[in-house]
């Protein structure tokens, strides 16, 4: 007998974290009898790559940057909520100058992980996590060959909008201090989603959905926001999830 919650969430961390970043969120869904489960790439430990419960009424993504582009196109398909954080459709601005540079950026953080990964990690935590502190270090056993992988995967990465606009509701969260996602290219994401709230049935050219995307920029907070500002995340989901039925028919 399956005894889930007919509620289900599941997680999906970004570039250089684990499934232990989403533990306060696990803690709050439980409490709120959600079924909550952490997707983990194998940056430090054993990859895990969770499901969906077929039956579930309420299928919930939560995903952190790079976490976007690592959940799986079936469960995008699924999900009738998605919660995104300090996300990107893709990770360089389309303005040439603005590319080059976030380029060019990018280029040299490759570089000098391919000399000294672990500096490299522990730098990219602490620019994170700004405008906050961040004192914790980093274990040494990591799958450097994996995270260099992913990292050159961020030139080219791009995430199929038409995946999204099929979600009937989506929230954004974006941190007004990000230093990891240019800025340029988060609003050139939450532009293009906002701008695409009705969703096309191609094969018989009528509107078959209402697309409902909002979109939260939390003060004083950077690319960790989800986890720097868990509270104030927190109860601004609450408030939506209380507000509105998600229950697919």
């Known amino acids: 007998m399956d005894n889930r919650s007919p509620k289900e969430a599941i997680a999906y961390h970004g570039w250089g974290f684990d499934a232990s970043c989403w533990r306060d969120w696990q803690r709050y869904f439980e409490q709120q009898g959600w079924q909550f489960q952490a997707f983990d790439r194998g940056y430090w430990q054993r990859p895990s790559a969770p499901k969906f419960n077929p039956t579930a009424q309420t299928k919930l993504l939560l995903v952190h940057s790079y976490g976007l582009h690592l ?3 079936d469960q995008l398909q699924q999900a009738n909520i998605m919660v995104i954080f300090s996300s990107f459709a893709r990770f360089h601005p389309a303005s040439e100058p603005l590319k080059r540079r976030s380029q060019k950026i990018l280029q040299q953080m490759i570089a000098q992980f391919a000399v000294n990964p672990l500096q490299v990690l522990s730098q990219f935590r602490l620019n994170c996590h700004h405008p906050c502190a961040w004192q914790a270090t ?33 929230l954004i969260f974006q ?36 697309v409902n995307v909002q979109h939260q920029r939390i003060e004083t907070a950077g690319h960790a926001l989800p986890f720097t500002h868990f509270d104030n995340c927190w109860s601004k989901l609450q408030a939506d999830l209380n507000g509105t039925p998600y229950e697919q028919g």
Do not use: M, W, Y
């Open 71 to 73: 959940c799986p196109p």
């Open 138 to 170: 980093l274990s040494d056993h990591f799958d450097s060959d994996l995270l260099l992988h992913d990292l050159n995967h961020l030139q080219t990465a791009e995430i199929d909008l038409a995946l999204l606009q099929k979600i009937p509701q989506i």
């Open 175 to 210: 941190g007004d201090q990000d230093r990891i996602v240019p800025f340029a290219s988060s609003d050139e994401f939450i532009e293009k989603l906002l701008k695409n709230k009705l969703v096309c049935d191609l094969a018989n050219n009528r509107v078959n959905k209402i």
